[in-house]
């Protein structure tokens, strides 16, 4: 875990007056705990949702249930609705949105332990990117963590 990522996203937000919320599935808030221990990160960090059961992504975040059916929780099309739904719900510019396979347990063989889907949407437009992962659980939680704050800093340099 790079504690680094948040301090740096931080001020990356703040500089750019720009606010964050966040949709966590496999990571199960992992990330949202990260942004705030950072002092200060409610000035950019509105807020973010763990929906970890598929009810919870439809219920909270607006996922459509023939996304899950078409292409399950762990997919490029349940993330970007996640994210959008996060913005929807908290009224911020940009979110961040995970959903995987974490483990021990779970896998497929199309999407075995590790894989994980992040989206980050923007004004800009939306983007995300599949994972694989190689850690135990917890490692897996962290490594996805990390590659969102990536992501999201990535973002705010351009």
Known sequence: MNQNLEVHAGAL???RKLSLASAESCTGGLIADRITNIAGSSEY???GFVAY???SKVASLGVKQATLLA???VSRETVLEMAH???RAFGAQLALAVSGIAGP???L???PVGTVWIALVTPDGESAQVFHFDK???GNKEESADAALKMLIEYLKK
């Open 13 to 15: 937000l703040r500089q």
């Open 71 to 73: 292409h399950g929780a």
């Open 45 to 47: 960090f509105l807020g």
């Open 53 to 55: 059961a598929n009810e």
């Open 109 to 111: 063989a199309d999407k």
């Open 105 to 107: 347990s779970g896998g």
């Open 85 to 87: 739904g996060a913005i």
């Open 136 to 138: 135990d659980r917890r």
